[in-house]
């Protein structure tokens, strides 16, 4: 088994994942997964795919796919100068053989334009026709010829309507009947949840949370690639869980706790119940958070 096998085993069975999700993740067949973490790379398809699967790989178990291939290029099966030949050769023969190929692409490419073209005319010529003008209902079923709709396009900005120039109705308020005066407006207060940090063991952060019996939680990555677990509590089947690049974003509801494993704590915003959790000091790769809705005590 060479090191960069162990390394993406080790990363998988940290996460608690098999080799059938990350199949499902990633639609690579179980047999290249075993070969790459046995180091047999001679059983993939081509030095091209094995360090495709390989990215992918790193990727599925929340690890930096640059750095794994930079880190173990002596690890990996370096491509034969005979299979970029072969591949030239099998173009130019196939090129020679069907001379009329590359001018039937270009005759194809060219109709698809052509047609693009005129669709765009048209569309052209019907949103112009559309920006004159229009004859508006008056009230009793006339019309009025002389009313024009504007339009956006012609310098007037919104389209307007006779429902949106109605003005809306003033609000009322009704004085205090016992002392003629108007009661000032209250506005309602909506409760905010709280986040407490309770402990620490390792890798796993103990969180609770006070204004909320139910628990929503936020995750969005913010540069790279992170992969991300979420269940009811420790032990128990994600609710939701997968590998998100940056800007991918993921909300989900749960009951009364939370157990979040983050790949990459780092590079995710973390939010539960609209609070931001700060995970820029949890250097573990993956982390771990629960989260619990801590009762609030009655007197």
Known sequence: MSELGQVLQRAREEKGITLDDIQRITKIQRRYLEAIERGHFHVLPGHFYARAFIKSYAEAVGLDPNHILTHFQSDLPAQPPTEQVERLRRRRVASANNPLQ??????????????????????????????????????????????????PGNGGGAATSPIAQQPKPPSITTPNPETGTIPPETATETPQATITFESQQGSMYNYSLQGGE??????????????????????????????????????????????????????????VNGVLVDTSKMKSMPSNITMKVKEAVTH
């Open 102 to 151: 590359a001018g039937r692409w270009v005759t194809k490419t060219l109709l698809v334009l052509f047609i693009a073209l005129i669709i765009g005319v048209i569309y052209f010529a019907v949103v112009n026709n559309n920006g004159g003008q229009y004859t508006q209902p008056m009230p009793g079923g006339t019309v009025n010829p002389g009313a024009e709709i504007v339009t």
């Open 214 to 271: 139910k628990i929503t939680v936020y995750v969005k990555v913010k540069a790279e690639t992170s992969w991300f677990g979420i269940s009811e509590g420790k032990g128990k089947t994600y609710v939701e869980q997968g590998t998100l690049k940056k800007d991918q974003e993921k909300t989900i509801e749960l009951g009364k706790s939370a157990y979040i494993r983050l790949g990459k704590p780092t590079v995710v915003e973390l939010k």
